[in-house]
């Protein structure tokens, strides 16, 4: 009974925060039913924007991918250091407990001159040859795994290491790696100039069908103005309208990457068997896909925003 | 409720529609305006619903003077007043309902409140039954009964109407009319420009006749001196 009491004394508008709610939800309603009633035109824009966004996200993949596989190499970075053939073993043994002890080295092993030879009599297959020889003419090695992979810290290790007593050759081979390096922050630095690029190129199209949007409604404008309506109340649904272009957009762009990958998947799983690799493709993960569509979004607001600010305000009735 | 001093209103083309006009509306009134087409009526609609404003001279709705009205204030103003349309401008992409609906939405009225009042506004031209239709299938009469009910629905003090028989026939023309006579009978002040003469004489209604921008004729008791307001 108190209930219908109160219920009557109730003012027929709803309290502002409630109002405020209730609008944007009828706008973000409306909005998308706008987009359904005009599929034509909501399916062009969206896919536009998926084709310009799949873009930059393909490089993005791209990258991540090249990124997992020299972070392989770069891990692998390791200093052979051949002894001189004087040293008998125990002073070899002796020399890597050395080396083990410093603090920029992770790890050692040691490969004895006979273990050398094994190993390469039973993989180059001259090992007839070889038995012809008089002496072992393979040193004892010690493989070391620095302790950072800074190439920098790694050169000034190998420099150490051959400057050592009973060190023949402190052996590094990264010049290619670093050349591998430079070119990846090249494509790097090239992914974000694209994405820039391309994110403005969003920006613009959502602008654009924004400004037609208003254009086409021009009359019901001037209308809702009359009536009493604010400038934020008329421009919520145009916000809306973008924010929906920029979700489907995104979603758009990452299924056309995400089928591109699968494409490629195959070709690329039997260069895996090839080289007997075990290198996995990576796709998307969870956070990427958030923040593919929470940009694409964003982009949406943003250009809706620009067309409403621009020519939200010219349109008064006379 | 409406009172204009000494209002000049001349367009940037240099065209002067409204002439020095003085006059006054009391609350609960109904009056015509009356003219040939280009005698003002319009220019003076305009400036009482804030979309144009004087060039000289004052005018005032209730008390609050519309010259000088904050661009932001202006939607709260209109919404003191429900405007009828000679092509009663209504929304085509959606239904009778959601037209009249309108006004309410844009107040945030709560949605239970939305659908009683709609109906009310509806019922009270008659096209309850027409709720779910597409404007675009009313007659020409049917149209212009849905954009009264948008500009009653929200019990506005004050409503213009420009020329809103315009384009209906004799019959339908005097349906109109009464609508707005019962309305001023509940208490609103109306405000109608016709030039229908026959049927606001029928009507036995106070007339402003403009000519040229100028008041040539009013019935209403006239405007206290625009003196005292200060005209500029």
Do not use: C
């Not at chain 1, 190998?158 to 050592?164: D, T, W, Y």
């Not at chain 2, 005032?60 to 000679?86: C, M, Y």
């Not at chain 2, 040229?212 to 009013?218: D, M, P, V």
């Amino acid at each position: 009974m108190a209930r219908t009491n109160v219920k009557r004394r109730r003012p027929p508008t709803a309290n502002q925060v409630t109002a405020y709610l209730l609008h944007h939800l009828q706008s973000l309603l409306f909005s998308l039913r706008k987009i359904y009633q005009a599929p034509t035109t909501t399916i062009m824009t969206v896919a536009v924007i998926g084709i310009t966004l799949s873009l930059p996200g393909g490089f993005y993949l791209f990258l991540k991918n090249i990124d997992a596989i020299s972070g392989d190499f770069r891990s692998s970075t390791q200093i052979s250091v051949y002894l001189d053939l004087k040293l008998n073993e125990k002073q070899a043994r002796n020399l890597e407990r050395q080396i083990a002890d410093m603090d920029s080295v992770s790890g050692t092993r040691f490969i004895s001159r006979e273990q050398s030879l094994q190993d390469f009599r039973r993989d180059s297959g001259f090992g007839k040859s070889i038995d012809t020889l008089s002496s072992n003419p393979l040193p004892h090695t010690i493989v070391v795994e620095p302790g950072e992979i800074d190439t920098f810290a790694v050169r000034n290790l190998a420099n150490s290491l051959q400057a050592m007593p009973g060190v023949k050759i402190a052996k590094l081979d990264t010049e290619w790696l670093e050349r591998l390096y430079t070119i990846i922050e090249i494509a790097r630095r090239s992914v974000v100039i694209i994405t820039i690029l391309f994110a403005f190129a969003v920006l613009l199209i959502i602008g654009n069908t924004i400004r037609l949007d208003i254009q086409n409604r021009y009359q019901e404008i001037i209308v809702t103005k009359l009536i009493g309506a604010t400038d934020a109340f008329i421009r919520r649904p145009f916000l809306y309208g973008g924010v929906w272009y920029g979700l489907l957009g995104g979603i758009i762009s990452w299924l056309i990457v995400e089928i591109g990958y699968l494409a490629i998947s195959g070709p690329l799983e039997r260069l895996n068997l090839l080289y007997k690799s075990d290198m996995n493709l990576i796709t998307f993960s969870f956070q990427d896909f958030i923040i593919l569509i929470a940009a694409s979004t964003l982009l949406g607001l943003a250009g809706s925003w620009i067309a409403v600010a621009r020519h939200l305000n010219q349109i008064e009735p006379t | 409720m409406i009172e204009f001093h000494n209002v000049t209103k001349r367009y940037e083309s240099g065209f002067e529609a409204l002439k020095n006009v003085s006059m006054q509306l009391g609350d609960g009134q109904m009056a015509f305006i009356t003219g040939h087409s280009g005698a003002g009526k319009s220019t003076l609609l305009k400036i009482i619903a804030l979309i144009e404003k004087p060039t000289r001279g004052q005018a005032l709705l209730n008390r609050i003077n519309l010259n000088n009205v904050r661009r932001q204030r202006i939607p709260h103003l209109r919404r003191n007043i429900g405007i009828i349309f000679q092509d009663h401008q209504l929304l085509f992409d959606r239904t009778v309902f959601d037209n009249v609906a309108l006004p309410l939405l844009i107040q945030g009225y709560r949605p239970q409140e939305i659908a009683k009042r709609t109906r009310a506004a509806l019922d009270k031209v008659g096209l309850l039954h027409k709720e779910k239709s597409m404007p675009i299938t009313l007659s020409g009469g049917e149209q212009q009964r849905v954009g009264i009910a948008r500009a009653v629905v929200h019990k506005p003090m004050l409503l213009l109407a420009d020329e809103p028989t315009g384009n209906l026939d004799p019959v339908l023309s005097r349906e109109i009319m009464q609508i707005f006579v019962d309305f001023n009978r509940v208490g609103v002040t109306v405000l109608v420009a016709s030039h229908d003469l026959r049927l606001i004489d029928e009507l036995e209604m106070p007339r402003m006749t403009l000519n040229a921008g100028q008041l040539i004729l009013n019935d209403l008791e006239p405007a206290a001196d625009g003196d005292r307001f200060g005209s500029y």
